[in-house]
């Protein structure tokens, strides 16, 4: 039996941190990380550790594919992240959400592993969290130092 696919949607802060724990731990490359100023979104495709699956069918647990959307972008600045290298995996850690001076906006902070980092500024939070694929087993749970 195939898992139902998440999909979220956040238009507030609280909306995002449920987004953010759906989305610790997955794994992304550079390449698919897409921003469309013209129609100001941010699109990122990763691998999503399906935490909500417990240990699912692998000893490790279940991954799925999945997309991530930002809407109403009006600028992105990228730290410690070679765009150049569109191969290289990045490993999503948290989102967050700062307020900006005029709310409903603010910053989208987007922090990956091995301390890079993606500062996605908002007019209002408008953020997606789709499922794409099936889920399938990994061999590997995520682990994170106490």
């Not at 100001?40 to 991954?63: I, M, P, S, V, Y």
């Not at 992240?81 to 948290?94: F, G, M």
């Not at 889920?135 to 994170?144: C, D, N, S």
């Amino acid at each position: 039996m195939t898992a139902a696919p998440l999909r979220l949607l956040a238009q507030e802060p609280a909306d995002l941190e449920v987004v953010s724990a759906a989305l610790q731990d997955a794994v992304a490359k550079i390449g698919d990380i897409r921003w469309d100023a013209g129609a100001r979104t941010l699109t990122l495709a990763c691998n999503r550790f399906r935490w909500e699956a417990g240990k699912g069918r692998g000893k490790g647990g279940e991954r799925v594919r999945s997309a991530l959307q930002l809407g109403d972008v009006v600028g992105v600045q990228a730290r410690n992240l070679r765009r150049d290298a569109k191969q290289a995996v990045v490993e999503l850690l948290s989102i967050a959400f700062e307020p900006g001076e005029e709310a409903p906006g603010g910053t989208v902070l987007l922090t990956f592993a091995g301390g890079g980092d993606l500062k996605v500024a908002v007019d209002c939070i408008e953020v997606v969290l789709a499922d794409l694929s099936d889920p399938w087993a990994t061999p590997r749970k995520p682990g994170h130092a106490e």
